[in-house]
């Protein structure tokens, strides 16, 4: 009878311990396979890293930086360049207006009229004339194809672009050229193409890069003809087929406005 009761107690933990081995062996699958899961998960992710960080340096990769000549030296660019269009620098002018207005303009400056504006010894100064251009340059791998630029323009509220302009804002003071594209209302959105940039993929002897025109200004508030503010600039990524959008303005403005008050040299004078 011992026996017998021995032997069943003995058959029960066995039992008890065949469950928990079972149990414990049931979890233990699970968590593996959690864990197989989660590793394969981190292999994808980090395939998934290394295919972007491939993409990222085999493609396009596009700079802006602002570049505001005098008027005289853009006359004398902007001639050579059209003189001898295989230069790697192409001056664009993206609209008919500013091409109408700069034919107007430019021959004028070469012969040394129109380059200054103001009076030494009156309260604004005396302002040499500048042209107001942005540098594209493609640093990356890969050519950057259908490239342009979204702006917002204003034309001119004088027949011609002899005559200077500025736009007032609400405290009815005139708004800098820099500050435009956050302070006008009612100026038109455009969008233009500007030329395909070669990249480092390219042979040297093609690569590129683009001078666009946007304005004619005297000192930062004085405006001439018809005026381009450029806001964002997009291309096609040709290593991922996908469009890239990269905002122009906000980290230009401290040399925007550093180079159009240097372009202020006069002051008044007793007379």
Not at 31 to 56: C, F, H, I, T, V
């Amino acid at each position: 009878m011992q026996l017998d009761t021995t032997t069943k107690v003995v058959t029960l933990v066995s039992v008890i311990v065949g469950v928990m081995i079972s149990v414990a062996g049931y979890f233990t699958g699970i968590k593996l396979q959690a864990l197989d899961e989660r590793l394969k998960s981190l292999d994808e992710l980090n395939k998934g890293m290394d295919l972007a960080s491939k993409d990222y340096d085999l493609s396009p990769r596009l700079v802006t930086e602002f570049y505001l000549p005098l008027a005289r030296s853009f006359a004398e660019e902007y001639t050579q360049r059209t003189d001898s269009p295989s230069q790697p620098t192409t001056i664009l002018l993206p609209t008919n207006a500013l091409m109408n207005e700069f034919g107007l303009t430019i021959p004028k400056w070469r012969s040394r009229r129109g380059l200054m504006t103001g009076h030494a010894c009156q309260a604004e100064g005396l302002k040499t004339r500048q042209v107001i251009t942005l540098m594209v340059k493609n640093i990356g791998h890969a050519d950057a194809t259908e490239v342009s630029i979204k702006a917002l323009q204003k034309s001119s509220p004088h027949a011609g672009p002899a005559t200077g302009w500025q736009e007032m804002g609400t405290d009815h003071a005139p708004i800098p050229y820099y500050a435009l594209g956050e302070l006008t209302t009612g100026w038109r959105p455009i969008t233009f193409q500007v030329t395909d940039l070669r990249g480092q993929s390219s042979p040297e002897a093609s690569r590129n890069e683009a001078q666009i025109v946007l304005a004619s200004v005297s000192g930062a508030t004085t405006l001439f003809g018809t005026v381009l503010v450029p806001l964002e600039i997009s291309w096609t990524n040709k290593i991922t087929h996908r469009r890239e959008v990269r905002r122009i303005m906000e980290s230009e403005i401290p040399k925007l406005r550093s180079s159009l008050l240097g372009a202020e040299i006069g002051t008044a004078c007793n007379q």
